[in-house]
């Protein structure tokens, strides 16, 4: 079982950074692949980025490649998003995923896995 808790969202003008953050709970961390999801209101959950437990598969959705780098600290249970040159478009909650088969489960949504979400506004 893994408990997941985001922060590090807020309100940001365009072009700002904001670094998110998910700590989680387990002893079995460093064993799941994570990532990152968000949703934009009135629209569906898009996947953002993960990590496998390897950190040897990393993947982003194409609107946030070269933008947004995710990355895990395993000895403190967290992964990382640092998002850099924020759009508008990026405005959405975001949420932190975990499964423990594998990055493909996040990127699908179908991850075992949930936190409650972190809301990042960009304005223009």
């Known amino acids: 079982q893994v408990q997941l808790v985001e922060s590090g969202g807020g309100l940001v003008q365009a072009g700002d950074s904001l670094r998110l953050s998910c700590a989680a709970s387990g002893r079995t961390f460093g064993n799941y692949a994570m990532g990152w999801v968000r949703q934009a209101q009135g629209k569906e959950r898009e996947f953002v980025a993960a990590?496998?437990?390897?950190?040897?598969?990393?993947y982003y959705t194409d609107s946030v490649k070269g933008r947004f780098t995710i990355s895990r600290d395993d000895a403190k249970n967290t992964v990382h998003l640092q998002m850099n040159s924020l759009k508008p478009e990026d405005t959405a909650v975001y949420y932190c995923?975990?499964?423990?088969?594998?990055?493909?489960?996040?990127?699908?949504?179908?991850?075992?896995?949930w936190g409650p979400g972190t809301q990042v506004t960009v304005s223009s």
């Open positions: 990590i496998s437990w390897s950190r040897r598969d990393i």
């Open positions: 995923a975990a499964d423990p088969v594998g990055v493909f489960k996040i990127r699908q949504g179908r991850n075992n896995y």
